[in-house]
Each structure stands twice: as C-alpha cells, then as structure tokens.
C-alpha cells in the first residue's frame, strides 16, 4: 500500500484542475454522508481510540492521590502506553498483511476494551501501567490499521475518506478530556470503563460491518520499518517528530498535574486545548501550508510552540497563565500533527506502510519517555525544567528539520505533480493508501 494525497496536495491540484477546466470524477462529488456503514463503524472507533488519549489527562491528580503515587509513578500511565505503542508499531505491518485489515482492527479492539477494563479495577498504581501497556499494543494494531480500512471501503473518492478519518480525530482529541472530566468528577475508574465500553460498541459494529478483505499482496517483515531509518531524511524527519512529541506529552501529561484544579476543571481545560487541535490539523493546516510551504510553516509553529512552553516554564505556578498557555499549545499541536507525518510520507523512499512504521516507533519513543523525565525532574529538580526541556527540543527539531528543508520542498512538489491526474480524472489510477 503507498500514500493517500495529502490535504494540501489535493487542495493544490484541485486548483489547477479548476483552472484547466478539467472535472473530479462523479464519484468524488457525492456526499461525505452517503458511506457504506462499515466506514462509519471503523470512524466511530476512531473517534473513541483518540478519545482514549485525553480521557485520562482530567483524572491524573486524582489517580496520584487516591493510590498515593507520585508524579513519576502517574506518569508511567502515559510511559508504558506510548513505549509499548512504539515498539508495537513494527510489528502492525507484519499482523495486517497477514491477517487482513479487519481481523487487525478486531484483534486491537479487543484488546483495548479488554486492558481498559482491566484499568478501571486495579488495585495498585503499578497494576493499572501493566494495563495501560496493553491497552498501548491493542491501540497501535487499531490506529495502524483504521485509516487503510476506511479509504478501502468509503466512496466518493480518497479526499472524501481523508476527510472523515480526519473528521473522526478532531472529534475524538476534543471531546475526550472533557468527557473524561465529566466522569472523572465522579470517579476516577468510570473514564476508563467508559473507553472500554464504547470501545467494545465499536466492536461489535467493526464486526458486523466491516467486510473481510484480502491481505497484502507482500507479506511486511518486522525488521523492514528499522531498515528503512538507514534513510538519512525519514531518520532525521522521525527524529524531528520525536522531538516535538517531546514537547507535546510533556504539555498533555505533565501540566495537569501542576495546574491544582479538579476533573471537571482539568477536562475543560483540555477541550479547549484539543478543540484547537481538531481546527488547526483539519482546517488550517492545509490552508497554512499551501500558501507558505510545508517548512516554512512547520518551523514557525515550532518557534512559536517553543515560546509558548517557554512562558509556560517561567510561570508554571501561575495558573491562569499556564491554563491559558496549554490551551493555545493546541492550535501548534494542530498544526504540527497534520504538517510533520506529511513530510514524512513525502520524503520516505520506502513503502508507505512500512515508512509509517519507522516513523511511529520513533516518534511514540519521545512521547513515551517524555512524561516519565517530566515526572521524576519536575520533582527532583523544579516544576519549571520539564517545560524547559520542552523547548529545548523544539529548538533541536528547527534545526534538524532545516537540514533536510529542500528535499522536503522537493518532495512536496512532486507529491502534487503526481496526484493531479486523480484529481483532474485523467486517469483511474489505482487508489493508494496511507498509514497513520
């Protein structure tokens, strides 16, 4: 499987296909609200795996005090998700194109209702990280997989199914910390079964609609995505995305447990926050890149999400700025998670798939470790160093992006070049896919 265009790519051969006159096919135009219900099922899973990432950020403080742990114990919650998250990711490929796309989704699904449930009910703090580990493997088999299923299977077109995987994340990032308020305010074990039992909803609905598809022409080795970083611009590229990821987790575990506010407080805060995630990634971005450039506009949302943690480090104990300082993170966090995987799948000189992979491990091994430096140096040392280091590492990501800025470039053009037959209907070229 190879990529699907990215936004910016098609919005740009729209364009030109407008100007020459030239039509989308008639299938492109239909509804974005006329799919098959097997896009739906997988969307709405969707919706509840990205819900799952905030659902726990309002209930932090209250798993810390209720199960007397410290700041770096709760943050092992994040840690042992994301690592295991990671290390997972090499081994999605090698599943799917085995088994098939739906009995992947399935075996993550499952997986996932059943460790979220296992979180609710645990007794100690080290129980409930064994739990959210495997609740991390059940998310990178789901995550990996739910993009491919839903173009596979969605009409109107590859811009139409973008559009509501896209859709489905918005929504998922925004609502779940405010709905993990909601039930957090109650107890702290409700976000947790609420996961597992939407989760178990999406399910039965991937298993009754979704139908079975043939695997993968190729079967995937396990060892390809960790060949594939001997490529010195997807290496640097994923190291980049590290580094901001970094600085993302660092924000989305760390600051809720020095914000002092309760669950409902806490859960607001993060709608907020993620609300901006949601427009910035599907709206803006898109918009921002192709009147800029992909580079240009990555590096100044880094330089200004670096300033935004450093006022976060230097008044970390003032919350009205801290509150307000997170909240407007997101719209960089927006931009950032649409705009670095699209370098990335333009500049892999490998399989997409398999591209996607590297550059997940890579990327989920910043966010992973993050949370857990957050915790033990927030401690140790100052509330205000873990923001610090945040910003230390989006200076780093400027400075490794810029030395690969013009192969980037490059690949963008040439990413728009190749999907202006598809746009214009010039030709009914195989629809390629993308993981992500």
């Avoid at 006159?21 to 135009?29: F, I, L, S």
């Avoid at 596979?152 to 925004?174: C, D, K, T």
């Avoid at 399989?351 to 992979?357: D, F, G, N, Y």
């Avoid at 910043?366 to 230390?392: D, K, Q, R």
Wanted: aromatic letters at 8%.
């Amino acid at each position: 499987m190879a990529s699907v265009p990215t936004a910016s790519a098609r919005a740009r051969a729209a364009e030109t296909a407008a100007e020459t006159g030239a039509t989308r096919p008639e299938a492109a135009r239909s509804s974005l609200l006329q799919q098959p219900k097997a896009v739906w099922a997988v969307a709405f899973a969707c919706v509840i795996s990205f819900m799952g990432i905030g659902f726990v950020d309002p209930i932090l403080p209250a798993i810390g005090e209720q199960m007397h742990a410290s700041h770096a114990e709760v943050e092992l919650l994040f840690t042992s998700y994301l690592l295991v998250t990671a290390l997972a990711m090499l081994i999605t490929g090698w599943v799917s194109s085995r088994i098939g796309g739906k009995r992947t989704l399935i075996l993550g699904l499952v997986i996932i209702v059943a460790f979220a449930g296992l979180a609710a009910l645990s007794p100690t703090i080290g129980a409930m990280v064994g739990f959210r580990a495997g609740w991390g493997l059940g998310n990178a088999l789901f995550i990996a997989t739910s993009l491919a299923v839903i173009v596979g299977s969605a009409s109107g077109g590859v811009p139409g199914a973008i559009a509501i995987y896209e859709a489905a994340m918005g929504i998922g990032i925004a609502v779940g910390p405010l709905l993990g308020g909601l039930l957090g305010s109650i107890g702290w074990q409700l976000p947790f079964l609420g996961v597992s039992a939407l989760m178990l909803v999406g399910l039965v609905g991937t298993a009754l609609l979704v139908p079975s598809a043939p695997t993968a022409p190729r079967p995937i080795g396990v060892l390809e995505p960790l060949k594939a970083l001997r490529h010195r611009a997807l290496l640097i590229l994923s190291l980049v995305a590290l580094l901001y990821n970094w600085a993302f987790f660092t924000v989305l575990a760390y600051a809720p447990l020095v914000l002092g506010l309760d669950a409902l407080a806490l859960g607001g805060v993060f709608f907020g926050w993620g609300l901006l995630v949601a427009i910035f990634a599907v709206a803006v971005a898109p918009r921002l890149e192709r009147r800029f450039g992909l580079v240009p506009v990555l590096v100044g949302t880094f330089a200004v999400m670096a300033l935004d943690l450093a006022v976060m480090a230097a008044w970390t104990d003032v919350p009205a700025v801290l509150i307000t300082t997170v909240i407007v993170s997101g719209a960089c966090s927006g931009l950032n998670n649409t705009l670095v995987t699209q370098a990335v799948m333009q500049v892999a000189p490998v399989e997409r798939p398999v591209a996607s992979a590297a550059y997940s491990f890579v990327r989920f091994l910043g966010g992973g470790l993050a949370p857990l430096v957050a915790g033990l140096v927030g401690a140790a040392v100052s509330i205000h160093l873990p923001f610090w280091l945040g910003v230390a590492a989006l200076v780093a990501a400027v400075v490794l992006l810029l030395s690969v800025g013009r192969r980037v470039e490059e690949a963008v053009e040439a990413s728009t070049a190749e999907v202006l037959p598809e746009i214009a209907g010039d030709s009914p070229a195989e629809v390629p896919v993308q993981q992500r």
